[in-house]
């Protein structure tokens, strides 16, 4: 033991009389040198006694979707860090392709007696699922909050960002290059986040283009998520002779650009493509992403704010948080191709990014 203290008190540079007094919690020791000694501990691969362990204030779920969207990881890991600060413990709960499916993690997580949930994503963006499931949670009582997706008649905080407006702000940048053609490419129509998406593309179209409705429904391809999805609805807009294609997601984006290149066609000589989320790793594809950014950390602190709230006793409103979305222009969009374009108004110019080194998008 005398080795260890010595060891301890040798990387923390202090007495070993006061590295005992930090391990045995006594009093007359100034906090920094407290926490240098508790530091030393952590560098050596000394376990902290139990008393010196920061306390949890309890344990708190976290049910998202499949990894393989970037986004999901990022709210995963911001939301996690902001637990922690606030003193809880996160529950990770990844749902897979016939794997757990968010019911049944529930039920693992009640058995755990969690304080409270946040669902990324889940059921309750789900117009065709039924949100009994909610109402039974916060009946119980249990604390929960939903991101991205808003339900109706449960009484909980929803935190979203505004899908609405990001379309419509992507559609208004396209407009201003001098695009007329231009496609939405998202999801299928049963989410909450597609719906408003397919309602800013239409509203943004009849305002700054002036396509009859059978145009517009023609230029909507609801597909699956993910790039091959992508790809596929950006093939049959590309039959129609789209020039731009606002997308759903960035890795439906990517899918849009591969169909382009399949055919010959250069982003954004011939296409312009728009992404939404800006995941990491965006700025470094060929070429750089244009995207719609998702404000994640400021969605995350604020949908974990409601949740601590909730729990804390202090009811936070039960209503839907809209936080405005960004446009980042990158390389994928440019001026129409030649003999389509036509002056649009331009809305506000996003700031343009410098564009980092390329990462090819696979063919």
């Known amino acids: 033991m005398r080795a260890r203290l010595s060891d301890i008190a040798q990387q923390a540079e202090v007495s070993e009389a006061t590295v005992s007094r930090v391990l045995n919690d006594r009093p007359g020791v100034a906090p920094e040198t407290r926490q240098a000694v508790l530091t030393a501990l952590d560098v050596l691969g000394y376990e902290r006694p139990a008393r010196l362990r920061k306390r949890s204030a309890g344990l708190v779920g976290l049910v998202v979707p499949e990894l393989d969207n970037p986004i999901f990881p990022a709210f995963a890991q911001t939301i996690e860090s902001t637990l922690a600060q606030s003193g809880f413990t996160p529950v990770l709960c990844t749902q897979t392709p016939g794997g757990?499916?968010?019911d049944e993690y529930v039920e693992m997580l009640l058995d755990r007696q969690v304080s409270g949930i946040v669902f990324v994503s889940g059921l309750h963006a789900d117009t065709a699922a039924s949100h009994d499931r909610y109402r039974a949670l916060i009946a119980r009582p249990l604390p929960i909050v939903?991101?991205?997706?808003f339900a109706p008649g449960?009484?909980?905080?929803?935190?979203?960002?505004?899908?609405?407006?990001a379309t419509e702000l992507a559609i208004a940048h396209l407009v201003a290059l001098g695009h007329r053609r231009i496609g939405l490419v998202t999801g299928p129509d049963r989410f909450v986040p597609v719906q408003r998406r397919v309602a800013g593309y239409k509203a943004a179209m009849r305002r700054l283009v002036d396509l009859p409705e059978t145009e517009l429904e023609a230029l909507a391809e609801l597909s699956l998520f993910g790039v091959e999805g992508g790809e596929a609805a950006a093939a049959r807009l590309l039959d129609r002779g789209v020039t731009g294609i606002v997308c759903g997601s960035d890795l439906m984006a990517l899918g849009a650009i591969r169909a382009a290149r399949q055919r010959g066609l250069a982003v954004?000589?011939?296409l312009s493509v728009v992404g939404y989320d800006d995941s990491p790793l965006m700025a470094f594809t060929d070429p750089p992403l244009t995207t719609m950014r998702q404000p994640v950390v400021a969605m995350a602190?604020?949908?974990v704010r409601a949740l601590v709230d909730e729990i804390n006793g202090h009811g936070a409103p039960h209503s839907e948080y809209l936080f405005r979305p960004e446009l980042v222009v990158r390389g994928s969009t440019a001026v129409a191709p030649t003999g389509t374009a036509r002056p649009g108004p331009a809305p506000a110019p996003a700031p343009q990014r410098p564009a980092p080194p390329a990462l090819a998008v696979p063919a």
């Not at 939903?146 to 997706?149: L, R």
């Not at 449960?154 to 407006?165: H, K, L, M, R, T």
């Open 146 to 149: 939903m991101i991205n997706g």
């Open 268 to 270: 954004p000589g011939d």
């Open 301 to 303: 602190v604020a949908a």
């Open 100 to 102: 757990v499916t968010e």
């Open 154 to 165: 449960i009484p909980a905080p929803f935190v979203s960002c505004d899908d609405g407006e």
